[in-house]
């Protein structure tokens, strides 16, 4: 299975970013999608959530309220909204998919997200 994040890119404090994490490559079914991200100098934070049963959805504390996650099924698209941006949301991006609730056992390559103040 392989993942490709897209959608990253520079944007002043306030302004708004999708980013996109397809799937490509496998016949495993796919129970959760995440993003994570990474700071420099910082550890690696969760993001937010999305489990394909329910459509259940769960936020970082740092982006609830400013962040949505869905899915396309159709597409083996999760699309990560990201409202009102902040210069503390600059990070590299990774999408990552779990088969079965456990460990995240595939990961992207990441995604580059720049907010100016």
């Known amino acids: 299975v392989q993942l490709q994040a897209s959608g990253g890119g520079e944007v002043q404090a306030g302004g708004s970013l999708r980013l996109s994490c397809a799937t490509s490559?496998?016949?495993?079914?796919?129970?959760?999608m995440a993003w994570f991200r990474q700071a420099p100098g910082k550890e690696r934070e969760f993001v937010a959530v999305?489990?394909?049963?329910?459509?259940?959805?769960h936020y970082g504390d740092s982006v609830k309220g400013r962040f949505t996650i869905s899915g396309n099924n159709a597409k083996n698209t999760v699309y990560l909204q990201m409202n009102s941006l902040k210069p503390e949301d600059t990070a590299l991006y990774y999408c990552?998919?779990?088969?079965?609730?456990?460990?995240?056992?595939?990961w992207g390559h990441g995604t580059l997200v720049t907010v100016s103040s």
């Open positions: 999305f489990r394909w049963s329910g459509s259940l959805t």
């Open positions: 490559g496998g016949t495993v079914r796919i129970y959760r």
């Open positions: 990552a998919a779990d088969k079965d609730d456990a460990i995240y056992d595939y």
